[in-house]
């Protein structure tokens, strides 16, 4: 997991901040990148390491000194070339590079007229229905009324009229989950049971919600004003009466559903469908619930819970909420998805993104089709076969040896089982999934209530389908992720895109550095705070013994207390007993680095004039140190600081390369560090 968690997406556990604000116009230097795709010749090689060296001193502040605070000399100037604003992107970062990079691409196909396939055209039709739609147009307005109108109206229009009797908010969004997949207030989900992949189970808990980072609550309210007031004709007053209800009431949901520091394992329980029916009966009827969802004839005997505490506190809640209250609330999120939200001069780019939001799948597998090599995938491989040698070396050593040799042992086991996924969706049945579809070039409305019909169907279906584990396509395509459940490590498309971090043509450094961190970091997830919780085939079966146990938490601790010692934004990071992500940062650029190490030391020095790089006076060594902090280059509008750093389980960019670094000898060593410099502290944390 790179990214931020999210209490649903715990069922599987990785998010991207990138993700909640990766919008903006696409700079130039990359707008002709599929043509310099082909130069190879020795020439072009000199510009490309040229351009890289450009970019990367681009970044550097060379004021400061790497001793004293390594991430403000690597990233000191990343702000002025990609500044955060108030208004537009709150955050950026390196992945969100990559994600408009990859974005650029799909544009240039959707614009252009080469489609290969009846499949590629729907999704172009797809495209054009999105550049011609308009709030304006009565059309627009009529394919939603339709919409609404389903689920008993919209309060906030229809006004006394509204029939507040008729309304029960538990039955509208389990028909709302059923037809659209829309997970609205209560979310049920379909996956293998975490303790046994044999078999399914169904899963009841709060819905994932994306937009967990707090925008400030003032501009959200004025916002949704407004959006009711254009789209609807609901006076001013009015708007921002209700507006004002709803976001209160989104916000109050969403803080029941956050359990931080609470592993997936302890947080789910499993009943019996009847006791729940009968412990729950003045509130809800779960049983009527699970049906209207899954169908009558799919509901299952037991079910998991997952944040009981959350199910509790919000049917307390809601018990409490006037009923127009709750409509307006389902209804604006039932509508939220058909929204048109771009701004001046954004309409590509925008209807962009909501294709590939919608086809995340189809839209990863047909953009990789047009740049997939198979020496880069060899490379990726081969990066990660050396990730994890290194690591099983370590573990046969005697460097691990506060893990008892059993459990050790274990460890090298479930090591040998991880496997690496490149999520290219070659095996994706496509064609069941769209095929049916009719698309209207004119109606956005319709096309998109089509696309989500077929996903909610196909999304039901996986009950009857052999257990998996739940995939979150949209955070999947660009942040690579481990899934406890499967035990193995997926890498998105996007991230193989030629001349970003790494490329053949770069020193080797920048791979390890960063792709041989990245892969490094998600193997760890496996032998982490939860993960280790879990066997060799991803089944929750705690396999480590008491003393091993007890010395993994001492040593955990070290890195509560010494990220909690942080400030960012002018407060302390919260002290969190999860520590996963910081363990998993610590020991993947340890690993990286020993594994740069080894493949150093096998090459005739005559290759090592490659690792240099000109224009930039630094050794192979501190080249790697460079591309790993450079990976971590960002900048956070100040206002959200905080929330950052308190809503997500990763630590904010600049503690991602001051955490890890100034715990590792090596990097102070390579970097000539003395014993008094801030990045080379006394005491060091370490788990792995
Ligand atoms: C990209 O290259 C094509 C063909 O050489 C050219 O027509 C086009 O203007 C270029 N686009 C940009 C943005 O430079
Ligand atoms: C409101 O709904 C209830 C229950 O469905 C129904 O009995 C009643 O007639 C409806 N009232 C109006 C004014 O439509
Ligand atoms: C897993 O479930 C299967 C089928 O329901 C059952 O036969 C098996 O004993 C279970 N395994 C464990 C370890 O509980
Ligand atoms: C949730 O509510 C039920 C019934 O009211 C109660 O038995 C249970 O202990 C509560 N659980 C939590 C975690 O609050
Ligand atoms: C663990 O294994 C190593 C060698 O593999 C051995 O030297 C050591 O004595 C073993 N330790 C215990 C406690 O058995
Ligand atoms: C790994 O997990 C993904 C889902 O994230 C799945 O599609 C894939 O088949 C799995 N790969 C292996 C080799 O188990
Ligand atoms: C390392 O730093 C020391 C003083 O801190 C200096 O004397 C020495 O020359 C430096 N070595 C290199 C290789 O820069
Ligand atoms: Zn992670």
């Not at 190879?40 to 510009?47: L, M, R, S, V």
């Not at 029941?256 to 729940?276: F, H, K, M, P, R």
């Not at 059993?406 to 290219?424: A, C, F, G, P, Y």
Request: glycine content about 4%.
């Amino acid at each position: 997991m790179l990214g931020r968690r999210l209490n649903a997406a715990l069922l599987l556990a990785i998010f991207c901040l990138a993700a909640a604000t990766a919008t903006g116009a696409m700079p130039a230097e990359h707008a002709n990148a599929t043509i310099r795709d082909d130069l190879t010749t020795e020439y072009a090689k000199q510009i490309i390491r040229q351009s890289k060296v450009a970019e990367m001193k681009g970044m550097l502040n060379t004021r400061i000194a790497p001793c004293d605070d390594f991430y403000s000399y690597a990233c000191g100037n990343w702000h002025r070339q990609n500044p955060a604003q108030l208004f537009g992107d709150i955050m950026t970062d390196t992945f969100q590079l990559i994600v408009k990079g990859f974005d650029r691409r799909l544009q240039r196909l959707l614009q252009s007229g080469s489609m290969q396939s009846e499949l590629e055209q729907k999704l172009q039709s797809f495209y054009r229905s999105c550049l011609v739609a308009d709030v304006h147009d009565a059309h627009y307005k009529l394919a939603l009324q339709s919409i609404y109108r389903e689920y008993g109206g919209f309060p906030v229009i229809e006004g006394a009229s509204w029939n507040a009797s008729s309304f029960s908010w538990w039955r509208t969004v389990a028909d709302i989950q059923h037809k659209y997949g829309r997970k609205i207030i209560l979310a049920v989900d379909i996956m293998a049971d975490i303790k046994n992949h044999t078999l399914n189970r169904v899963y009841l808990g709060p819905p994932d919600n994306k937009q967990t980072i707090s925008i400030l609550t003032s501009l959200e309210t004025k916002s949704l004003a407004n959006y009711l007031m254009l789209y609807f004709g609901v006076d001013e007053r009015l708007a921002r009466g209700t507006a004002t209800k709803l976001i209160k009431l989104q916000r109050d949901l969403d803080d029941g559903s956050i359990s931080q520091g609470i592993s997936l394992a302890d947080d789910l329980t499993l009943y019996s469908v009847a006791e729940l029916e009968q412990r729950y009966a003045e509130l809800i009827s779960i049983k009527e619930y699970l049906g209207l969802v899954l169908g009558q004839e799919n509901v299952p005997e037991h079910i998991y819970i997952y944040s009981e505490r959350y199910l509790n506190k919000t049917l307390k809640k809601l018990q409490k909420t006037p009923r127009d209250t709750i409509g307006n609330f389902v209804i604006w999120q039932l509508l939220e998805t058909y929204q048109i939200d771009y701004k001046p001069n954004e309409l590509r780019s925008w209807c962009t993104e909501q294709t590939k939001k919608h086809f995340a799948k189809l839209t990863d597998h047909m953009i990789y089709e047009r740049y997939r090599s198979p020496a880069a995938e060899a490379e990726v491989r081969s990066v990660w076969q050396q990730i994890r040698e290194t690591f099983r070396q370590q573990l046969a050593g005697d460097k691990l040896d506060w893990i008892a040799n059993k459990t050790r042992e274990l460890v090298i086991n479930k090591l040998d089982h991880m496997e690496l996924h490149i999520n290219s969706y070659d095996n994706e049945d496509f064609e069941g999934l769209y095929g049916e579809l009719t698309m209207d070039k004119q109606n956005y409305v319709h096309n998109l209530q089509q696309v989500l019909m077929a996903e909610a169907k196909r999304s039901l279906r996986r009950q009857h389908n052999p257990p998996t584990s739940l995939e979150a396509t949209d955070v999947l395509s660009f942040t690579p992720a481990y899934s406890i459940l499967a035990n193995n490590i997926t890498i998105p498309v996007a991230l193989l895109q030629p001349r970003y971090f790494w490329d053949a043509d770069y020193p080797q450094a920048l791979k390890y550095g960063t792709l041989g961190y990245l892969l490094a970091h998600e193997m760890i997830h496996g032998f982490d705070d939860e993960g280790r919780s879990y066997d060799a085939n991803g089944n929750l079966a705690p396999w480590w013994d008491d003393k091993s146990r007890y010395e993994f938490e001492e040593k955990r601790k070290c890195f509560q207390a010494q990220y909690h010692s942080y400030k960012y934004g002018g407060a302390r990071l919260p002290e969190s007993v999860q520590q996963s992500e910081n363990i998993a940062d610590n020991a993947g650029v340890k690993l990286a680095y020993k594994a740069y190490q080894r493949w150093l030391e096998q090459q005739p020095p005559e290759l090592l004039q490659q690792e240099q790089l000109a224009g930039l006076e630094l050794s192979s060594r501190q080249l790697f140190f460079l591309s790993y902090a450079q990976l971590w280059c960002d900048d956070v509008q100040s206002l959200f600081k905080t929330s950052v750093a308190t809503s997500d389980d990763h630590a904010p960019g600049m503690y991602r390369v001051i955490g890890p670094l100034s715990n590792f000898q090596e990097f102070s060593w390579v970097y000539n560090c003395s014993q008094q410099a801030p990045m080379d502290p006394e005491f060091k944390c370490a788990v792995y």
